[in-house]
């Protein structure tokens, strides 16, 4: 029995590659200063799961940014916007352009699109596929990782992302052919490394190939097998572990077993009714990879589950069969439990019931001693450990509140419908608001300056008392509404500068969360979030945001909106309880923020926005499993929305999100506007709305805020020519793709006054024709 590690986070313990990340594209660091800050965040992982005793040992999990950009640059699908950097700069400023844009030195070229990995809360770059694209060995940080983890007494395992999974996450850029039809020109790629791997000495290879637990064409599965055949006999010798996760191969298995692999890896947290048929179905010749510990949420295995499926498969393939493993990458863990040790934060008790990636790779370990039967002291204390744990968290009072699920329970369907259509609607709220065409808006949260983060850490540190923290506050939030006003945005925000994340900020005041110190985990590049605890029973115990809505409200005549984090967002951007189904917890978050939505419309706002950027994010990555979750997920978002009168607008805002499949269903929540990313697909994601006829107001983003580049007037001008095209001007808003919270100030004023004047000239010209 053996066990390895799917992949490790990559930001570091105290999230040293966010900082040095940063630091370099400011200038403020140099190339060898961030190449060291990978060497030693590496070394620390490998030498982390050494000690613990891991067996196969992963590498080329690092990145500096994205893994799937990391495979683009890899097998060289540089996207020609690219050439003049590609030849003037080195490979990391040309990786980094690829992910963020470039604008300097008189070259101004737009970032590549970006969306999530799945279904988590991770953001990937999408290669970009041309007809007849080429494919060639342009990086080499595969075989350069490999070679530093064996100077590091490491003969590790490289994780690579598989060459149908790859294709399939990428985006064909002009019609007329099928980017699985690319696997010709890629897999001679895939080889030439897997050459230079061997010749290094690696033994074995890791082929992540998550898209075998999704729905597959016949066309896929047909070159899934042609693919792994030419691969295995290039490589007889190799060892390859193929990799699945997030989902259960179901119709896939026979494909799955029949590839030329060496171990099959099977989530069994996220699919653990599949282990039988699994075990019945693969060859004498195909090892089981159990993916039977959480990569993706906090709580400690349940030992004696894990051992009941691993005695399962022992008894049923033999030992030498069997390898034990996370369920898939720990990227998506937080770095070490050990690091919490405020327990005004998080209690004793709570933190008990918890591990992060380095007590999951214990865990690993300890699992496979007591599976074994040779287990030593340390192992069957940290089983007892592990059973008083589980049991105690069954029983807590902490995490049962009985009004809460007496509430849920009277939940009838008027709580989640208005109380007339959108078409009346509109009208009362034109009435009150008195909008012009083409309004302007952002998305929430300005710029979070070196100086708000500070006053909210000595707040929180007590060098701040409350009242001086709110003085500064209140004076940041009025210079940020003179700015709106000045700038002629219509609907103004407050800036969020109280907030520290959409999602924790609510946590922070809701019942039945807990919150971490460093609890962080990488949402894209050097972007990172710490996700709040969901350990108990949901309710809001006083209002979480209508003290600031009303002051902002006070300063101005202009309309501001209330800015609010929706149930389902809320719910997947969690560590989430795993005891009682996430429907039943979206429905008790959708109260508290429907009491939330009521006071603010008592308060006077009009304008109310629900976020549900995580709404697609959460489908389940098998069709067949998509109505019943659409059903309560609509539900939950009309719950928290449906308690205003008709003449209060609400707002929702969406990102990285592919909507043509579920466009009904976004119409389904009916929010009187929606704003969507937009802008770095060109207004690509519009044509789903335009199809559909979507009857209500819709704000597709014109300023790409995940990138530092400014974009122009005149680019601006061009997306909502296009936008027009597609959508009727009436129902059109214009707003940046997403919230400002990660911009710089003078970017952003930029930004916001060439988008107000791309919309009066928008509008100016609409009217004269």
């Known amino acids: ?106 070259l101004d070229v737009t970032a590549m699109e970006m969306t999530k990995w799945f279904d988590t809360n991770y953001h990937y770059i999408v290669p970009e596929f041309q007809k007849n694209q080429q494919f060639r060995l342009f ?26 999974t790859y294709l399939l996450l990428g985006k064909e850029k002009e019609d007329g052919f099928d980017k699985l039809d690319l696997i010709e020109n890629l897999l001679p790629v895939y080889i030439e490394i897997l050459k230079e791997l061997e010749s290094h000495g690696a033994g074995w290879i890791q082929l992540d190939e998550p898209f075998l637990g999704l729905d597959l064409t016949e066309k896929a599965k047909e070159i899934y097998q042609s693919a792994y055949a030419e691969i295995r006999k290039q490589f007889p010798d190799l060892k390859f572990i193929l990799a699945t996760y997030f989902e259960g191969l179901k119709d896939n298995l026979s494909l799955a077993a029949s590839l030329p692999a060496d171990v099959l890896h099977i989530d069994l947290v996220r699919c653990p009714e599949q282990l039988d048929e699994v075990l019945h179905t693969i060859p004498p010749t195909l090892s089981l990879s159990l993916g039977i510990v959480d990569g993706r949420n906090i709580w400690k295995n349940n030992f004696e589950k894990s051992l009941a499926f691993i005695e ?10 069997v390898f034990i493993a996370p369920s898939c990458s720990l990227l998506h863990s937080p770095f070490d439990l050990d690091l919490e040790i405020d327990e005004k934060m998080l209690s004793p008790e709570i933190k008990q019931w918890m591990a992060f990636a380095k007590q999951k790779v214990h865990e690993i370990v300890a699992l496979k001693k007591l599976a074994s039967g040779n287990a030593d002291y340390q192992a069957l204390q940290h089983y007892a ?42 009208e009362e709220q034109q009435k009150i608001l008195q909008l012009p065409l083409f309004p302007t808006t952002t998305i929430g949260s300005f ?39 000045e700038t002629g945005i219509d ?105 939330e939505v009521n006071d603010l419309e008592k308060a006077g706002i009009r304008i109310i926005q629900i976020d549900e950027p995580a709404i697609r994010e959460g489908l389940p990555l098998r069709r067949s499993g998509w109505e019943e979750y659409l059903k309560w997920a609509v539900e939950a978002f009309r719950i928290s929305a449906s308690g205003v009168e008709d003449a209060t607008q609400i707002h929702t805002h969406m990102c990285y999100s592919e909507f043509n499949d579920i466009i009904q269903n976004i119409a389904d929540m009916d929010a009187d506007v929606i704003t969507i990313e937009c802008s770095r697909s060109q207004m690509e994601l519009l044509q789903a709305f335009a199809d559909f006829k979507y009857p209500n107001e819709i704000g597709p983003g014109v300023y790409d805020i995940h990138s530092p580049r400014v974009p122009s007037k005149e680019e601006m001008i061009e ?33 916001l006054t060439a988008m107000v004047e791309a919309s009066r000239e928008a509008a100016t010209v609409h009217i004269k024709q």
């Open 719 to 751: 997306l909502l020519k296009k936008a027009q095209a597609v959508i009727p001007a009436q129902q059109l808003w214009v707003n940046p793709d997403c919230g400002l919270k990660t911009r710089h100030w003078d970017e952003t004023e930029k930004a």
């Open 1 to 106: 029995m053996q066990t390895h590690i799917l992949g490790s986070p990559r930001i570091g313990r105290h999230r040293e590659l966010k900082k040095a990340c940063e630091q370099y594209w400011s200038g403020k660091a140099s190339l060898n200063e961030l190449l060291e800050t990978e060497k030693t965040i590496c070394r620390q992982n490998w030498k982390m799961q050494q000690e613990a005793g891991i067996d196969l040992i992963p590498c080329n999990d690092f990145s500096y940014y994205d893994q799937v950009l990391d495979m683009t640059l890899t097998v060289g699908a540089i996207p020609e916007r690219y050439s003049e950097i590609r030849t003037s700069h080195s490979e990391l400023d040309l990786y980094f352009a690829m992910a963020r844009g470039y604008q300097h030195e008189g």
């Open 385 to 426: 450990e592990n059973k008083k744990a589980v049991d105690t968290r069954k029983t807590s009072p902490l995490i049962h509140n009985q009004k809460v699920k007496d509430r849920v329970e009277v939940i009838t369907e008027d709580d989640a419908r208005r109380n007339n259509p959108f078409r009346i609607r509109k």
């Open 312 to 321: 399962k498969a022992v008894n049923t393939i033999g030992s030498e069969r």
């Open 139 to 164: 990086s080499k940080k595969i075989i350069s990782e490999f070679i530093h983890a064996k100077q590091a007494g490491i003969n590790a395992k490289p994780v690579i992302i598989g060459p149908l």
């Open 447 to 485: 710029p979070q300056t070196k100086e708000v983060r500070t006053w909210r850490s000595k707040f929180k540190k007590g060098d701040l008392t409350a009242e001086q923290y709110d003085t500064l506050l209140k004076k940041e939030k009025e210079r940020t509404i003179r700015w709106q006003e």
């Open 491 to 595: 609907v103004l925000v407050h800036g969020e500068f109280e907030r520290n994340d959409m999602v924790e900020y609510f946590g922070e005041q809701l019942s039945g969360f807990a919150f971490t110190q460093n609890g962080w985990v990488q949402s894209y590049g050097s972007r990172c979030v710490k996700p709040p605890v969901i350990y108990g029973d949901v309710h809001r115990p006083h209002p979480m945001t209508v003290y600031w809505s009303q002051y902002a409200q006070s300063l101005t005549q202009k309309w501001v909106k209330g800015m609010l984090t929706g149930p389902v967002t809320i719910l997947q951007w969690s560590f989430v309880r795993d005891d009682q189904p996430r429907s039943l917890i979206c429905k008790q978050i959708a109260l508290a923020i429907r009491d």
